[in-house]
């Protein structure tokens, strides 16, 4: 399939897209993939063994999940994502791309993202997802209440779609979920010292991760609903 074709930023402007400026800029679009792309991306995504967010590297990733990639981090669909959010082009900075495949109940406190981020993306690739909030992205107005929310949150289906602007109350988070939650994130980074920073820490962490899971996620377990962390 054409790159241009998979992931087309003509689509942002389909009609159900929700470009919101307060609490802080941000947008959510649906149906931003193509169903005949399903099966592919599904074949493609890496089979990570731990829960987490992991630093994207090619020799993962089967072809169609790489074409995906390089189409979010293009310089085209950067200027495209930039205008909805009032930044002048996003495309000069440097991107960080992270792919979870599976996340324990510790992951989505509600937080804002770190100085060091300009603007994040998020892509979903689930197939389906259960009659549930958990798991949930939530776009909030405050950083200690996740059901104060600034937006529908945004069920992790696939081809949904989300990307904000990092500001000092850009909160979002979600419910304590456990299980498979496939998705793509973005950041655009202030410089390509904090890219390499960000991916030295991401890598230490995969590499903890494979020797202690299980501890990893009994921490978690008892996470609260509203638990928050600064970034």
Not at 45 to 67: E, L, Q
Not at 133 to 155: K, Q, W, Y
Not at 195 to 205: C, M
Request: net charge neutral; glycine share 8%; aromatic share 10%.
């Amino acid at each position: 399939m054409n790159a241009a074709v998979l992931l087309d930023p003509a689509r942002l402007d389909r009609p159900d897209t929700h470009v919101g400026t307060q609490p802080f800029p941000f947008m959510i679009a649906h149906g931003q993939l193509p169903d005949e792309a399903r099966g592919d991306l599904d074949r493609d995504f890496p089979r990570y063994a731990s829960a987490g967010f992991f630093p994207y590297d090619p020799a993962d990733c089967g072809p169609m999940v790489n074409a995906l990639v390089e189409r979010l981090t293009s310089p085209e669909f950067a200027s495209t994502v930039g205008q909805r959010l009032g930044i002048d082009d996003l495309g000069q900075y440097p991107t960080l791309v992270t792919l979870c495949r599976y996340l324990n109940r510790r992951h989505g406190t509600i937080h804002t993202d770190s100085k060091s981020k300009v603007a994040t993306a998020l892509l979903y690739l689930n197939a389906q997802w259960p009659d549930t909030s958990e798991g949930c992205l939530r776009f909030l107005n405050r950083i200690d209440n996740i059901d104060d929310l600034a937006a529908p949150e945004l069920i992790p289906l696939y081809g949904e779609f989300a990307v904000f602007k990092r500001c000092d109350n850009s909160f979002h988070g979600h419910l304590p979920y456990e299980g498979e939650r496939r998705v793509i994130q973005v950041a655009w980074l202030t410089s390509e010292e904090e890219k390499l920073r960000k991916t030295r820490r991401g890598n230490f962490s995969r590499a903890f991760k494979k020797l202690a899971g299980a501890l990893d996620r009994r921490f978690g377990a008892g996470r609260d609903r509203s638990a928050a962390h600064c970034d």
